[in-house]
């Protein structure tokens, strides 16, 4: 088992930045990689960032691509969003969640999810 735990999300003004952080525990080492989800009210859960464990391979989705930046530090079992230039676009629940396979894009492909965070931007 795994358990993530998210933190770092609150309201912040349009322009603005907030960086999110997930900590990992329990079998942490058994993760091929991690990565940030997010769910706006009424919307479907999509894809917004991963990044593999060992080599650090990163993947954006379009619409935060040279805003976010995802990172990791393996000696803390800890992921980051960092996100720039915040929009209203971005306002939504941000879900931090591990695969044991695989890197996809899929909610399906991962196995483990955090309780998520909210992100509220003002414009």
């Known amino acids: 088992q795994v358990q993530l735990v998210e933190s770092g999300g609150g309201l912040v003004q349009a322009g603005g930045s907030l960086r999110l952080s997930c900590a990992a525990s329990?079998?942490?080492?058994?993760?091929?990689?991690m990565g940030w989800f997010r769910q706006a009210p009424g919307k479907e859960r999509e894809f917004v960032a991963y990044i593999t464990r060992r080599s650090g391979l990163t993947n954006y989705a379009v619409s935060v691509k040279g805003r976010f930046t995802i990172s990791r530090d393996n000696t803390k079992n800890t992921v980051y969003l960092q996100m720039n230039s915040l929009n209203s676009d971005d306002t939504a629940v941000y879900y931090c969640a591990a695969a044991l396979r695989t890197m996809t894009t899929m909610t399906n492909d991962y196995d483990y999810w955090g309780q998520g965070t909210q992100v509220t931007v003002s414009s």
């Open positions: 329990g079998r942490s080492t058994s993760i091929s990689g």
